[in-house]
């Protein structure tokens, strides 16, 4: 018995920590998009931003693990000197599971995103970053986060 009830604990233990949904990179203050409404673009402007470099994030307010990066991401764009553009997802953005097709690419034929979250970055009008997920993300914006 002493064996099920260690057993039964330790699951419990397990389940609590991972359903924490604090990201690790996420400041204490809780941000909105609201906080960036002056970052938007719509995605028929992706190309035409009159900056040598810039990123765009594309993500949705249904997304869970964009609502993950919500505060990270934000944080980024308002604390780094790095030109970070908000993309609210909507159908009219083409999806294709084959996006290293469009690293090179310098308009929106051809583009496409894996999903949301979607961090991309555009240097001299050339698209030469377009990564997806959670993690792929974090791992751009967590090294700038703090310094």
């Known amino acids: 018995m002493r064996i099920i009830n260690s057993f039964f604990l330790a699951i419990i233990s397990t389940l609590l920590c991972s359903c924490n949904s604090s990201v690790p990179y996420s400041s204490e ?5 609201d906080n960036v409404s002056n970052l938007r673009i719509n995605y028929s402007q992706l190309f035409g931003i009159d900056r040598k470099e810039y990123y765009a994030y594309f993500y949705s307010v249904q997304c869970y693990h964009c609502n993950k990066l919500k505060n990270s991401i934000i944080s980024f764009a308002l604390k780094n000197p790095y030109f970070l553009y908000f993309v609210e997802y909507d159908k009219s953005i083409p999806l294709s599971d084959n996006v290293e097709k469009t690293i090179g690419i310098s308009s929106l ?3 496409a995103i894996l999903g949301v979250p979607t961090l991309t970055k555009i240097e001299d009008k050339i698209l030469i970053l377009n990564i997806a997920g959670f993690t792929e993300v974090a791992k751009i914006i967590e090294p ?4």
């Open 144 to 147: 700038n986060l703090f310094s």
């Open 29 to 33: 203050i809780q941000y909105s998009y």
């Open 109 to 111: 034929e051809g583009f």
